[in-house]
């Protein structure tokens, strides 16, 4: 655990503390810097994923206190909770954000969040988490867990949409090979894609939805690939196992019409040259406008990130990306409930709302009131398609934003 001040002076004095930071989060102060916990992977496997988690919550708030925000007077003060890449790592630090932190609410950046979903929204149901969704438990779609809010999507992994499948019909693809870990998003994700391939038209071709996180052997899997005549692909893995798995295939002379990678736009990639070298012609989806769209609303968060973030180039890695959008939506919320509402108050408000767009970043608005709604990426069932070319990201005509409607009557089942 690591407490950061942020932009507030200093938690609760010691005599308020007794009366104004009572434990649960049923009695967290309303007045003086708003309390954030930030649960995330700061060791263990998926440490390297989420290295920039705090600090894109952290760019959130100092732009936020800058621009002179409705509540930013208050003072935003971060204290981090390490999952250590667990699920039991991650109830573990979300008991302590809640019950010793006194978090007033809790942003989870995590793959390993379905190991604290129930205890989030039972337990904890008077403190708001507020996260991207993106770790696949049942948590963020139980109509009883009135206190989880999915920042970046709302994702029923059981669903499946015709996003990807028109995506790749479009450009020409006939046979999709799936690689996704074996976590329960990643395997859902993996399948849900392979749905929407066959429902667009296209054949199944090399499945494999069962792989271990982390570093792997991805001999089997190109050998695969090749054998079933797959020519799109979608691997739902840790970038640098992706890479990986794409410079086998590029090794083996194995040409592939399109590879999509759920994570892995942003400048981590950038700052490797073997990642860049294999990552040439891969499509990286993200929920949000890429920076290279070029739009107002990136051009204004791409310098944000310079200014507040460190970046170099302007461009959000995954983690920070997801720690800038859980944060607006903590703004967003507060500008909604009053800048000194409670936690309750903080709740409902959100629950009432269907107009959060992460500052224009989202192409269409998240309606936070419904609870269960499919998203394959963010509102809308959309995703952004960016793929590298050279040194930069060029994003795909045919993926700015790629949208797609529910599959009806399917229910996604993992090989």
Not at 348 to 373: I, S, V, Y
Request: charged content about 15%.
């Amino acid at each position: 655990m690591r407490r950061v001040g942020a932009i507030a002076a200093a938690v609760c004095a010691a005599a308020l503390v007794l009366s104004a930071c009572g434990p649960g989060g049923t009695g967290v102060a309303t007045n003086g810097p708003v309390n954030v916990g930030v649960l995330t992977s700061l060791s263990g496997v998926a440490a390297g994923q989420y290295a920039d988690s705090e600090r894109g919550a952290q760019a959130r708030f100092a732009a936020y206190k800058d621009a002179g925000g409705k509540c930013a007077s208050r003072g935003f003060d971060v204290v981090v909770g390490d999952d250590q890449s667990t699920p039991q790592g991650a109830l573990t630090a979300t008991q302590r954000l809640v019950q010793q932190e006194h978090a007033y609410a809790v942003l989870p950046i995590s793959t390993y969040f379905y190991g604290a979903g129930q205890y989030a929204g039972t337990q904890a149901k008077q403190t708001p988490f507020l996260g991207g969704a993106f770790d696949g438990g049942d948590q963020w779609l139980n109509p009883k867990y009135g206190n989880l809010f999915a920042a970046m999507s709302g994702t029923d992994y059981d669903k499946a949409a015709t996003t990807y499948g028109d995506y790749w019909k479009r450009i020409g693809g006939t046979k999709v090979a799936v690689v996704a870990a074996n976590t329960p998003s990643a395997a859902k994700s993996g399948e849900g894609a392979a749905l929407s391939a066959e429902h667009a038209g296209l054949q199944r071709g090399y499945i494999n939805e069962r792989e271990p996180l982390g570093p792997m052997d991805v001999g089997p899997a190109v050998l695969g690939i090749e054998q079933s005549g797959a020519d799109v692909l979608y691997a739902v893995l840790l970038p640098n196992t992706a890479y990986a798995l794409v410079a086998a295939l590029h090794q083996a002379g194995i040409q592939m019409k399109s590879v999509l990678l759920a994570t892995g736009y942003g400048a981590d990639l950038l700052k490797s040259p073997p990642a860049v070298a294999s990552a040439q012609g891969i499509g990286f989806l993200t929920s949000y406008a890429p920076v290279e769209l070029n739009t107002p609303v990136t051009q204004a968060w791409s310098a944000a990130l310079r200014k507040y973030a460190g970046s170099q180039t302007g461009l959000p890695s995954f983690s920070m990306a997801v720690g800038w959008i859980s944060a607006d939506l903590l703004i967003h919320g507060l500008e909604l409930a009053g800048c000194h509402a409670t936690q309750s108050q903080l709740i409902n408000a959100l629950r009432a709302d269907k107009t959060f767009t992460a500052g224009g970043l989202f192409p269409q608005p998240a309606e936070l009131r419904q609870r269960g709604t499919y998203s394959v990426g963010g509102p809308g069932n959309c995703s952004y398609v960016s793929i590298l070319r050279g040194q930069a990201f060029a994003p795909d005509p045919n993926g700015s934003p790629a949208c797609g409607t529910e599959i009806p009557g399917v229910r996604v089942e993992p090989k």
